[in-house]
């Protein structure tokens, strides 16, 4: 398992050696730390469980309490698993930081998207615009989504306006610009969906 949990601080820009320069997400990690492992034989499956995030114990319910406690680890903002071939590799209480990244490296990123609430089909999907002369009055309106007599209905998965956003997002393939080990940074080529301050998954690209 090659992953880290961090917070998405903005986007800047960076030169390289060969002076390009490169617009660049700065992610913030302190690391996470080992709650849980997981394994075939107990759980079904093989994983590892790990808490980000710094928590108030206030803000913790008794279960969560309880949870942290049995492993010995500070109460954490958040709880995620990561699938692993050999949990064993990993120690309760273990410290995962940036620095299991290199520079040059390839990784998929995951977030929740902006949201934006409810949107019409023209900013939801991109559709055009109605005509804005001779009469008409269907100027940024969905249009016709209906069936003649048959099926009578309005065909399920058709694009209509809806909530936009606030979606789980991953965005693969994305580079590994550099990494600050003495600041906790790892700052990654392009955009990563979510709002500053938003919790950023990263973990080592599936393709």
Do not use: C
């Amino acid at each position: 398992m090659k992953a880290i949990i961090g917070k998405k601080l903005g986007m800047t820009q960076i030169f390289r050696e060969d002076g390009t320069l490169v617009p660049v997400t700065v992610v913030e990690s302190d690391g996470m730390v080992v709650v849980q492992k997981k394994t075939v034989e107990k759980d079904g499956y093989n994983a590892v469980q790990v808490g980000f995030g710094k928590a108030k114990e206030r803000n913790v319910n008794k279960p969560k309490k309880g949870h942290f406690a049995k492993s010995n680890v500070e109460v954490k903002r958040l709880l995620r698993e990561f699938r692993v071939e050999n949990p064993d590799e990993y120690e309760v209480g273990q410290l995962i930081t940036v620095e299991a990244f290199a520079e040059g490296e390839k990784v998929d990123a995951t977030g929740t998207s902006k949201g934006k609430g409810t949107a019409g089909v023209i900013k939801r999907h991109g559709h055009s615009r109605g005509p804005e002369t001779h009469g008409s009055k269907s100027h940024r309106v969905t249009g016709s989504l209906g069936s003649s007599a048959y099926p009578a209905r309005v065909i399920k998965g058709m694009k209509a306006a809806g909530r936009m956003g606030n979606e789980k997002v991953t965005v693969q393939n994305l580079e590994v610009i550099r990494v600050d080990t003495a600041k906790n940074l790892i700052l990654i080529k392009g955009a990563i969906p979510g709002p500053k301050k938003g919790y950023i998954t990263i973990k080592e690209t599936v393709k």
